[in-house]
């Protein structure tokens, strides 16, 4: 992985569930860097999540694949709550700034959203802008895969505004 270019992307640390790792040592010999949108707010978000972290759990060592979760949660314990589920990274809650560049520059307007990146850090043929299931079935998930649909990147503000998103 070039680990560099991908460390330019997400900063010089990454969370894991016990403590900070250094990027470069996170990426070393890995060949794909999928990074995750997410928050626990998200109704597809959360039920995405158990299924990528299944897949994560049987196939990335084998694979060289490293989830890197960039959250879209309104506080650093929801973050908290909703990593401590996740079996990857993450880039710190309070690199907001991180987040910022990383939803602009893959152009993230809803979530949940999974950029992956190939071994040079570019965005892996076929895999922008095609739909989680989409991507899933591509992975060998097949047809018991739960369809998504992306979320807005804040949560709803009141009662209406959930039941006019539900009906859409």
Request: aromatic share 10%.
């Amino acid at each position: 992985m070039a680990a560099t270019t991908i460390q330019e992307l997400v900063g010089d640390e990454l969370l894991t569930q016990h403590d900070t790792q250094a990027t470069s040592e996170v990426l070393e010999g890995k060949k794909l860097v999928m990074l995750y949108f997410s928050a626990h707010w998200c109704p597809p978000c959360r039920g995405f999540t158990p299924h990528l972290a299944a897949k994560y759990k049987a196939t990335a060592e084998e694979l060289g694949i490293e989830v890197v979760f960039i959250s879209s949660d309104q506080s650093e314990s929801d973050f908290r709550q909703y990593f401590s589920e996740m079996p990857w990274t993450a880039v710190p809650y309070g690199a907001r700034n991180i987040k910022e560049k990383l939803s602009q520059l893959y152009g993230v307007q809803g979530i949940p959203t999974l950029v992956v990146l190939d071994e040079n850090g570019k965005v892996s043929a076929g895999c922008r802008g095609v739909s989680l299931y989409s991507f899933f079935l591509s992975l060998g998930y097949g047809a018991s895969s739960p369809p998504t649909a992306p979320h807005r990147t804040t949560p709803p503000t009141a009662p209406h505004q959930e039941r006019a998103r539900a009906s859409r």
